[in-house]
């Protein structure tokens, strides 16, 4: 595949990471430092004192002198100098934190107040640089742009935010020359002394720093489809691995691979395409390793990487890395600098500014923290991403290494001047240094560039750089700051991707192990400040609420604690006690979310992962989203580590049946999208539990309420207003949320299908989505949905009853459509995801594009087919006497069959999307792609199965009957294969959907008809398939170990064991590959059946071999289906190419002698196209080789996208 076609980078949860990093319990209290609200202080304090003198601002804070007039604050740029973004940036990565995080806010000011004076100035600061992104005279717009604007975009979906991006991009690109294949960095070079570089027709100036602006192009590329932007940045990271990689004579233990070291500027010759020269702007000289150069060409390098997934960026980036360690570690001792207050020595893992500079003061050596930062920033992007590969241990190397220069980077440079909030007695916000007289606004010292940078992803425990890589610097004034040399080109700093925000938020959770009580240190908010109080007014200042882009879901009043941080809760025996109201809070909510999103949603993903997230973890979250937790607690509290709730067995299954009754009780009041969303999981955890009763009326109730509220059709599409209905739901106000309300109907759909998950026990189940009611798109694909990248999946075609009617052809009823007037399969809607109105514009109708749609949209299609091989075929009342009905019905046989060969036909070549996030991935087998794979093979099974084990009444038919018993055979092969590697990858604790337990069971069942059907000897599948069924038992218990446990898996377990027996010790049993599950239902149909004298099921020697018919030429064997040459089978054969008869038997005496001849030519021509080679010949199963092995969010050419993982999921979805 093409590198650039990874186009994306979110998150879907962090893979654990093997090897302990050791960090001093003396270095915790300056780690706590980054919670403090010291960090939040400094940053209002200079916005509040540069606004104060000029608003909107036209100049932006850069550096921090040490010394001279400025001592201790901030001098300014202007707003077209590269750093301009830096500072908006680091306000919105405090919004961020007030969002997503916000117990880990140390200070008594409330949330609410934080969080409108963040987003107020956080805007008066970002708005002067939109007209940033239109110049072509500077490669630097990654650096401008993306630190703000990203955050606006996906904290507050501004869409202005998102076109500035992608404007910003385009302007990038237009330097590009697609001729030397790179971006051109500086138009001159001619202020160094005796250098002048300035005919751009002759000289092309190269420097490793660009690689850090191609986050910008392929974040661009990813949210706006174009594609350019992506191949170019990975033409020009190509380039530079030629001009700007020098390998060196240098080896590290532990690491096989090349070490690398940059220059830092290349001069190609335009004309030619040669270099020039290669030399130095900013290094001590042109052969010296530059230490920021080596820095950034390691994190640019470990972000094109986690893009693109492409082998040469990792051994690039892995070769950068190795070479800066070495360095490090073989550094004079004189870098190490003993701090009498700490009792140790600091500063090994601070670099020195240039690795081959000679040392002119060797007690105070110049050096630069920024680059160690950057550099620590690349390793913890590349330890995520080793991991995924399954090199843990040098995953583990990386995310220690990551950590030394954090800890010595904070020991050593930490500013001690402190500051703090207070409120004035007005209510107001104001800035105060904790000790009087001293003051210096910057973080960190030893830099050259304040505010260098954050990540403005999601993330889920992202305070540590928030606070860390929004540092501060210093002047060349200060003997141990870096030579400042020309400040024109000066080197830039960390910039913003979501690669390094998963990779980051690793770095928080593991310092978080190490100090567990950091959350604990949050103080409960202060009740006294009202949420409008204290805001900084500006003149001309934008309000605007976070929360209007999303309107509030109902809320359940359940009262919550305010304790943080909470160790040990000590649970009482009252049987009426509250016990959800401890689990929501702190890292067990934390760890209650972790658990739904990793276990649940997979199977289930109506929610939006991230905007959930976001919004529970907010102030007033949990009361927002009261009933969704409560249905978090009954889907996800059995997967938590009892070690993390601390709750006993008997109180686990208390607090469930508790959340389980509110969420009922709440749902019975009034209706909601939330309510919707909370009983999906109710139900699908019903059938899970083998509890189908209680399931069915919650289903029921769904598929009604859905249609009232008109989320069975497109908000475009919904029904005129009808006399005396009110309008149920008002429109969304995000795509976002449209979608989401689409998925909440798709999974109600799913739960609607006539799957026997919920029906083997019931004697019929009408379903109640129909064509009548139902007019829907697809949900897209999972990373569209996860990255917030508009996009639109065409209407998927339901079968009209009347339209499907037995007798009618169904082999041209389409599969997609563009709109409910076209039937077209080859035309639909697109999403101009350029043109971005407004929060509320529409896709416009264009040609269809199904590679919007992704794994969860194909289980759908594969349920469906399911669904309607059930209805329209299984269920359907033939008599068998009758020629025509007989021809309609093997008609309807053929066109099922040929259905479900198209649909495998035309499945991608790989259904995993390489643009899904690598977060997602739970398992290398996607959930949703692995569910529709062995849906399909099912369907294969329950269609075949009547024709390979044919009842009494189709004994005269000459029919391919081994052909189709070999098929289902196959299907039930390929199904166990495809079920025991997806529960090897899958972590051993994540549940799996009751309808993986569902085709496991048939295929099983399948195995048991083949062997009783045809004498053969049980194939050993069976006993594999089984045991899947009582891992896929153990997985569903959860990590709460109870007695026993009646679960759909294990009563499907036990029941297919109970047919064993039977088959072995009952010479008259019969069983059919469809039935039912319970032992009374069972005797029943038997005894029903006995009575009745014929049955759907067939004992092997009930009929003379004479029957069974023999084939004129076969190519199909006896032996192909592993026979065991019993009595009576050996010279058994299936229907080749000869011509079929009919037999002759007394009851269809009539149907011979009709008036027309027009039936019977009609049966008989079906009857050869069935048994024609090439009917035969066509490939029908989905076979374990046709699966994508690997890692979700891997290369692995065009495809769809995973929807768990996510996730998960998704995952992932």
């Known amino acids: 595949m093409g590198s650039h076609d990874s186009l994306n980078g979110t998150e879907y949860g962090n893979p654990e990471v093997p090897g302990a990093v050791s960090l001093q319990k003396g270095s915790l209290d300056r780690l706590s430092e980054l919670y403090s609200e010291n960090i939040i202080a400094k940053v209002l304090r200079t916005s509040f004192d540069q606004l104060a003198a000029n608003c909107p601002p036209s100049q932006y804070p850069e550096t921090v002198p040490q010394s001279g007039p400025s001592q201790g604050r901030y001098e300014s740029r202007d707003v077209d100098f590269w750093t301009c973004g830096f500072f908006p940036g680091s306000i919105y990565s405090l919004l961020e934190r007030s969002i997503a995080h916000p117990r880990t806010l140390r200070t008594n000011v409330s949330v609410p107040v934080l969080r409108e004076t963040l987003e107020q100035v956080g805007r008066l600061w970002s708005e002067p640089i939109h007209s940033q992104a239109l110049r072509t005279d500077t490669h630097d717009l990654g650096f401008v742009i993306l630190p703000h604007m990203r955050p606006r975009w996906e904290l507050l979906h501004d869409l202005r935010a998102l076109d500035t991006i992608i404007t910003a991009a385009e302007s990038l690109y237009q330097r590009y020359d697609p001729h030397l294949k790179a971006i051109r960095s500086w138009d001159t070079f001619d202020w160094h002394e005796g250098i002048n570089i300035t005919d751009m027709q002759e000289n092309f100036l190269v420097i490793i720093d660009s690689m850090c602006n191609m986050d910008l192009l392929f974040y661009a590329a990813a949210h706006s489809g174009k594609k350019h932007l992506a191949e170019a940045a990975v033409a020009h990271s190509r380039t530079l691995l030629k001009s700007h990689i020098r390998v060196e004579a240098a080896s590290r233990p532990g690491y096989p691979g090349k070490l690398y070291s940059t220059p830092h500027l290349v001069n190609f010759s335009p004309r030619t395409g040669t270099i020039k020269e290669v030399r130095t702007a900013q290094g001590y000289s042109n052969t010296s390793t530059w230490t920021r150069g080596q820095a950034w060409g390691i994190l640019g390098y470990a972000q094109t990487y986690h893009w693109t997934g492409d082998a040469d960026f990792l051994d690039t980036a892995c070769g950068l890395v190795e070479y800066f360690l070495l360095r490090l570690e073989n550094a004079l001792d004189y870098v190490e600098v003993f701090r009498g207050d700490q009792g140790q020595r600091v500063g090994r893992w601070v670099p020195l500014w240039d690795f081959d500079a000679p040392i002119d003061d060797v007690e105070s050596p110049l050096r630069d923290t920024s680059a160690g930062v950057i550099a620590a920033n690349g390793m913890l992007i590349l330890s995520q991403d080793l991991s995924r590969l399954g090199r843990h241990e040098l995953s583990a190397r990386y995310l220690e290494a990551a950590c030394n220069i954090v800890q010595d980077t904070l020991d050593l440079a930490l500013a001690q001047e402190k500051a703090r909030l207070t409120l004035t007695a007005g209510g107001t916000l104001k800035v105060e240094d904790v000790e009087p007289g001293k003051r210096f606004d910057s973080i960190l010292k030893h830099a050259t560039v304040c505010f260098n940078g954050a990540s403005f992803g999601k993330s889920k425990a992202n305070v540590v750089e928030r606070a860390l890589f929004g540092s501060g610097n210093d002047d060349a004034a200060s003997s141990s700051s870096v030579v400042q040399g020309n400040q024109a080109p000066a080197s830039h700093s960390h910039i913003p991707t979501d690669s390094s925000t998963a990779a980051l938020s690793l770095l928080a959770q593991e310092l978080q192990k190490l100090n567990s009580n950091i959350l604990g240190l949050t103080p409960a908010l202060s009740p006294s400040v009202g949420p409008d109080s204290g805001v900084v007014h500006c003149p001309n200042s934008p309000k605007n609420n976070y929360r209007a882009h999303k309107g509030k879901r109902q809320r359940l009043n359940i009262e919550q604690s305010p304790s943080i941080g909470s160790e040990t809760v000590s649970h009482a025996d009252d049987e009426d006690a509250d016990l959800s109201t401890d689990l929501l809070t702190g890292r067990k909510l934390e760890a209650l979310l972790d658990a739904y999103f990793e276990n649940v949603h997979p199977w289930v993903p109506h929610i939006h992962r991230a905007t959930f997230r976001r919004e529970v973890l907010q ?79 919650i289903v029921a109730s769904l598929t009604r309420t859905v249609d009232f509220l008109q989320l069975s059709v497109e908000e475009a599409e919904r029904y005129p207003q009808a006399f005396l209905r009110p309008k149920p739901l008002s429109p969304p106000s995000t795509w976002v949320e449209e979608e989401e309300r689409r998925r909440v109907f798709w999974n109600i759909f799913i739960l609607d299908r006539p799957s026997p998950t919920l029906r083997l026990t019931s004697p019929r189940w009408n379903i109640g989505l129909t064509a009548d009611n139902v007019s829907r798109r697809l949900p897209i694909n999972g990373s569209h949905w996860n990255d917030e990248i508009p996009a639109v999946a065409p209407f998927f075609g339901m079968w009209d009853k009347s339209a499907a009617k037995i007798g009618n052809s169904v082999a041209f009823l389409p599969v997609h459509y563009p709109s409910p007037g076209s039937t077209s399969e080859t035309s639909g809607p697109q999403y101009d995801v350029a043109s971005h109105g407004n929060q509320t514009s529409r896709p416009q109708a264009a040609s269809m594009d199904v590679s919007t749609i992704g794994a969860f949209a194909y289980y759908v299609e594969s349920l469906e087919s399911l669904c309607r091989i059930n209805i329209y075929f299984l269920q359907q009342k033939i008599e068998f006497s009758n020629r025509l009905e007989v021809s309609n019905w093997l008609t309807r046989f053929k066109e099922l069959d040929l259905r479900l060969v198209h649909w495998k036909m035309f499945l991608p070549a790989k259904w995993q999307d390489p643009n899904v996030p690598r977060d997602l991935a739970t398992t290398a087998l996607d959930p949703n792609m692995t569910l529709a794979h062995i849906t399909h093979n099912t369907s294969m099974i329950l269609l075949h199965q009547r024709i390979a084990y044919p009842e009494p009444s189709l004994k005269s038919i000459k029919l391919p009957n081994f052909h189709s018993a070999e098929t289902c055979q196959s299907a039930a092969i390929e199904t166990t294969l495809s079920a025991v590697k997806y529960l090897e990858l899958a972590p051993p604790y994540m549940p799996l959907s009751p309808h993986f337990s569902f085709c496991v069971y048939i295929s099983a069942r399948l195995l048991l008809v083949h062997c009783r059907y045809y004498g053969f000897e049980l194939d050993p599948q069976f006993w594999t398939l089984v045991d899947c069924l009582r891992d896929i038992s153990r997985r569903w218990e959860g990590r709460q170990k109870h007695e026993s446990t009646t679960c759909l898996s294990s009563q499907f377990a036990e029941h297919l064991q109970y047919l064993y027996h039977l088959n072995e010790g009952e010479p008259d049993f019969s069983i059919g590959v469809v039935g039912p599950i319970d032992d009374r239902c069972l005797q029943a149909t038997e005894r029903e059946r006995a009575s009745a004298g014929a049955s759907s099921s067939v004992r092997i020697h009930q009929f003379p071999d004479s029957q069974l018919h023999t084939a004129q030429t076969g190519d199909y064997t006896a032996g192909k289906l592993h026979s065991s040459s019993a009595p009576g089978i050996d010279k058994i054969h299936p229907l080749g190419d000869g011509m079929a008869t009919w037999a002759t038997h007394s009851n269809v005496t009539a149907a011979r002698t009709s ?6 030519d009609e049966l008989a021509n079906i009857i050869s196209s069935l048994t024609d080679q090439h009917f035969m010949g066509m490939d029908r199963v989905i076979a374990f080789d046709d699966f994508n092995l690997e890692l979700s969010g891997m290369p ?15 995952g992932g979805n």
């Open 1155 to 1160: 008036e027309s001849g027009k039936p019977q």
């Open 619 to 697: 102030g007033d979250g949990i009361a927002d989203h009261s009933l969704m937790l409560q249905a978090v607690i009954v889907g996800a509290l059995r997967f938590v580590d009892p070690a993390t709730h601390q709750f006993s067995p008997n109180s686990v299954k208390r607090l469930i049946e508790q959340s389980r009754q509110k969420v009922l009780m709440a749902s019975m009041n009034d209706i909601s999208v939330e309510k919707l969303q909370a009983l999906t999981v109710l139900a699908f955890i019903h059938i899970g539990d083998g509890e189908p009763q209680k399931a069915w009326p």
């Open 1196 to 1210: 692995t050419g065009k495809g769809r996208t995973p929807d768990s993982l996510q996730g998960q999921t998704s």
